[in-house]
């Protein structure tokens, strides 16, 4: 793979022009999220050790995104972290577990390949990624939120 973030940028690009310009914040990551997954299981990567990490951060249509593509070679745990973002997390190969953490209540979710979860700003969730995982992680900076302008 030449450049994995060449293929995701141009990836972001075609499916902003399927996604409405009025639609912001996480229901921005949410629809980018079905048009990513859809594009990346197209690309039929064998390997993912070969794609060397990286994090870069680009605008798209007036939306800052932080795009961040990580291997995990051993098991890592996050506990009681605050998102600072919307976030967009879509899983490429092993797998990653999550708890929310919401007042009195807490939620479980695992997310396998192939699959990907949309968490607003301010969030606390518990996380848990899998051994031998590759992630892409998507965080809106823009500091509006809302369906529209």
């Given amino acids: 793979m030449e450049s994995f973030f060449k293929e995701i940028d141009k990836f972001i690009i075609a499916?902003?022009?399927?996604?409405?310009e009025k639609i912001l914040g996480i229901n921005y990551l949410e629809k980018l999220k079905f048009s990513l997954i859809e594009?990346?299981?197209?690309?039929?990567?064998k390997s993912y050790e070969d794609i060397k990490n990286f994090q870069e951060i680009k605008e798209y249509n007036n939306i800052k995104l932080s795009i961040k593509?990580?291997?995990?070679?051993?098991?890592?745990?996050?506990?009681?972290?605050?998102?600072?973002?919307?976030?967009?997390?879509?899983?490429?190969?092993g797998l990653k577990?999550?708890?929310?953490?919401s007042n009195q209540e807490s939620k479980n979710f695992t997310l396998f390949p192939n699959m990907g979860i949309t968490l607003p700003s301010k969030m606390t969730i518990n996380e848990s990624i899998a051994k031998q995982s590759s992630i892409i992680d998507i965080?809106?900076?823009n500091e509006n939120v809302g369906i529209e302008k």
């Fill in 69 to 93: 593509f990580n291997n995990y070679n051993e098991a890592l745990s996050r506990l009681k972290n605050s998102l600072q973002n919307d976030s967009l997390c879509i899983i490429l190969r």
């Fill in 139 to 141: 965080f809106n900076l």
């Fill in 39 to 45: 594009k990346i299981i197209d690309l039929n990567i």
């Fill in 15 to 20: 499916s902003n022009k399927e996604i409405n």
């Fill in 97 to 101: 577990t999550f708890k929310v953490i």
